[in-house]
Every structure is written in C-alpha cells, then in structure tokens.
T-cell receptor
C-alpha cells in the first residue's frame, strides 16, 4: 500500500530493543493526549492515551510520558517487534475541544530491523 | 463488531468535479469527524458532527461541506476539486465523553488528476 511515512522523521531500531518516540504538542492548555499507530494503507489505530493530570501511563509493552513544562510527550515501546513498524502520531485535545477535533503532531516513522 | 467503515476506498476524479465520501460510525457513537491526510503529514481536522449538528470546523475552504444523518452516518462533500485535494480522507467516530479515544476508519484515497 501507499506509504504515509514519506518525508517524516525516521527511527530505526533492532528487533527486541526498546523504542522511544517523541512529540511536541502545541497548546499548553490541552488536557488529553492520544498516541496513534498508522500502518501503510490504513487509518490511525489507538495505542494509549493520557490525561494532563498524569505524567505517566503504562499499557501492554507501551508507556506514555507527559512533560507539561516543556509540552512534550514520549511513547516508549518495550521489546520492539517487526509488527510495530508504522508511523506514530501524537494527538492532543485542545481546550474547549473534544476528541472529535484532534490536533495531530508531525509523526515519526518507526522501522524495525529483524 | 464492525468498526468505522468508509466508502469508497479509492477514488479518482478530475479537477473541477465534485466528490461525496461516506462514513458509518461504530454502533452507539454519535460523534463523527472528518480529517484530511496529505502524504507525509498528520491528519488535519475538517469537520465534527454530533447529533446531526456541526460542532467544529477546521481551516478548510467552503468547497468542503458535510452532514450527518439520523442514523449518525455522515457524508463529506468537496466541490470544484483541485489537485491539492488529493489525500487520504479519514473518518473518526467517538462517544461524546471527552476523555475517550476516537476510532478511525481505513480512509478514502482520493486522487485528483
């Protein structure tokens, strides 16, 4: 399928290593953040979310960290697998907005080498 | 369980033509949003509809319009197509509860020639 990852920053990791994907968000008043994974030819798929009253949240093999001081999010993927290869986007819900009008970051293409 | 479904999956149109894209949300979801994703970029918000009313609009020209039907499905219409309208058009549905995620469909790949 057609790649969504052209011209995006790329992170290349070895299978089994941990991956860290970073994202800067735009609005200091945003209070809800979501990480999405997008594989080639598909729509974004929910990975994990975090509210602004938290600074860390863990899921299965994934952890999201939120640093409101510098408006920064990171997604950590443990024991990265070839199936994790995709483009990853962070999205924020701005004040007075909702998850219906997300603001997406630029995206990072994760490439996992077997 | 059916997720968000969009039709058609691919479409080729000529400049100046009109296009209608369709979306069916997840059962029980009353909020539908449309996004445009140009190759190599993140999705850009176009419209949000909830209970058949427009609840948000992104920075897109008036050539873009949408509506939501009583069954909560939605259509996105684009008039007077330009080459720059070529993109993946994504539909997302969600519950109105603010702190729940939006679920995306596979998208419609529109190519304007």
């Amino acid at each position: 399928g057609e790649s969504v990852g052209l011209h995006l920053p790329t992170l290349s990791v070895q299978e089994g290593d941990n991956s860290i994907i970073n994202c800067a968000y735009s609005n200091s008043a945003s209070d809800y953040f979501i990480w999405y994974k997008q594989e080639s030819g598909k729509g974004p798929q929910f990975i994990i979310d975090i509210r602004s009253n938290m600074d860390k949240r863990q899921g299965q093999r994934v952890t999201v960290l939120l640093n409101k001081t510098v408006k920064h999010l990171s997604l950590q993927i443990a024991a990265t697998q070839p199936g994790d290869s995709a483009v990853y986007f962070c999205a924020e819900v701005p004040p007075r907005g909702s998850q219906g009008n997300l603001i997406f970051g630029k995206g990072t293409k994760l490439s996992v080498k077997p | 369980d059916a997720g968000v479904t969009q039709s058609p999956t691919h479409l080729i149109k000529t400049r100046g033509q009109h296009v209608t894209l369709r979306c069916s949300p997840i059962s029980g979801h009353k909020s539908v949003s449309w996004y445009q994703q140009v190759l190599g970029q993140g999705p850009q918000f176009i419209f949000q509809y909830y209970e058949k009313e427009e609840r948000g609009r992104g920075n897109f020209p008036d050539r873009f319009s949408a509506r939501q039907f009583p069954n909560y499905s939605s259509e996105l219409n684009v008039n007077a197509l330009l080459l720059g309208d070529s993109a993946l058009y994504l539909c997302a549905s969600s519950l109105q509860n603010r702190f729940t995620e939006a679920f995306f469909g596979q998208g419609t790949r529109l190519t304007v020639v």
